[in-house]
């Protein structure tokens, strides 16, 4: 499987921002992407939504605590917008471009991930079959994001990178992470860090 690592880094505005470290891995092995995420640092200072019994598909799970990332067709302008609360809720949203045409992904009925805590830290973890939704033998571009709300009100947005003068999930050269269908396919990629 080509596995990558990732580090998301804040959005640095006049605002402050949690003293927390967000990391993790994704990969695919033809159809199969895997994600992975892990919260570390001053947890009891966030927003953390407490785990559900049966989660539900839910609108607006941006608004608290979200791990999110983002897969979009090599050379198309169509992405998918994944939203994983730590309560267990999910959605998925298709969009036809840049914050355009955007409407819950049919073809994405379910979205079973676990969730568990340990001492300091939370984790995340997901396998998605992508053939409902990618042709098959097509690279998929990758943003990896997340919205982190305090227990005081503040929220602050983390990514791969902030290419633009606000926090934008959704701007393609933020995608910065290339998945191959190619099995065999071993190249990798070095943890993100803060570039400013």
Sequence with gaps: MNILKFSLIPFRDKGPVPHIEIA????????LVSIGYTLRGDLLDLEIPAPVEVPERK???WEDTCLEFFLGVRGSKD???FNLSPAGHWNVYRFASCREGMREEPAIASLPFEVWSEPGGLRLALELD????????????????????????EVSYWALVHPGPRPDFHRRDGFLLQLSPTPGDRRTISTFSDRS
């Design 24 to 31: 993790g891995s994704i990969g695919r092995r033809v159809s």
């Design 59 to 61: 609108d607006r799970l």
């Design 79 to 81: 992405y998918w917008e």
């Design 130 to 153: 992508i053939r409902t939704i990618v042709p098959a033998g097509r690279t998929v571009d990758v943003a990896v994001c997340a919205v982190v709300k305090t227990r005081t009100g």
